[in-house]
């Protein structure tokens, strides 16, 4: 995995959206104002391409279906921005209930690396997320073989990474599922897995930022996370034997 994959994948997970919720609009209003400039105006047809959404906070409420929110973008093929919100069956731990996920994909240049942190604190934060995540497009398949499912246990995940519990085998949904290269951390996620301990969390501190409702958005390494980077994968792997909550691994 490489910077040169050029797209930051940005997914959070929330409680599920509830009649009249005001936070599809607070999610997209956040992202624009993280990166100067950004319009989300349009959407897509399979018919007829790019569409002008002119009204566009009115045309959200209006299309909130489902239990998430269509597909936005901006007018920029050089530099596109997208977002679109979900609600996922899933629960975030065994027995709860499906929950509310955004995702949104940045280019991953300059600027999207220099915005990344306030895309993903807005994001969240609008939309009252348990936890989240922003990770260079492809890390997502290396996670997907971190997971443990039934009659591959002795399997071992890529770059000596540890083996994760799937979400249905949990039991506390605060606990993120695993780690990213920045991290969104709810007050509830935080205080699950121990974040922050001063006496054991000096770097880490250095690289995040408290949010507005107390959460915290953590970043392990300066530039976005490329496991082929010995530096990078030493500060994962550090990560995760800190937080051995976090993938449901300290769980009985």
């Not at 290396?142 to 071992?156: C, K, M, N, S, T």
């Not at 780690?179 to 996620?189: D, E, H, P, R, V």
């Not at 390494?221 to 010995?230: I, K």
Request: glycine share 10%; with cysteine; charged share 20%.
């Amino acid at each position: 995995m490489t910077v040169a994959q050029r797209t930051l994948i940005v997914i959070v997970h929330a409680p599920a959206l509830k009649d009249h919720d005001d936070r599809p609009t607070a999610v997209v209003h956040a992202m624009e104002r993280a990166l100067p400039g950004l319009r989300l105006g349009w959407t897509m047809s399979e018919k007829e391409g790019l569409i002008a959404v002119p009204q566009r906070d009115e045309w959200i409420a209006a299309n909130i279906k489902d239990g998430g929110f269509p597909f936005l973008c901006n007018d920029d093929d050089n530099h596109p921005v997208t977002v679109a919100g979900l609600e996922n069956p899933n629960g975030l731990a065994a027995g709860s209930p499906p929950h509310f996920e955004i995702h949104a994909d940045l280019p991953l240049d300059a600027a999207g690396i220099a915005g990344a942190v306030d895309v993903l604190a807005g994001v969240a934060e609008g939309s009252r997320a348990v936890w989240g995540h922003a990770t260079p497009n492809g890390y997502g398949g290396i996670v997907a073989q971190q997971f443990r499912h039934p009659g591959d246990e002795l399997q071992a995940p890529p770059h000596g990474l540890p083996s994760l519990r799937l979400p249905w085998d949990r039991s506390m949904p605060e606990i993120p599922h695993f780690l990213g290269w920045l991290n969104y951390w709810s007050a509830a996620a935080a205080q699950a897995i121990g974040f922050p301990d001063p006496g054991r969390d000096s770097k880490l501190l250095s690289r995040a930022r408290h949010t507005a409702s107390g959460g915290w958005v953590v970043q392990l390494t300066d530039a976005p996370l490329d496991l082929d980077n010995p530096a990078h994968l030493d500060a994962l792997l550090r990560a995760y034997e800190r937080f051995p909550e976090i993938g449901g691994r300290a769980a009985p």
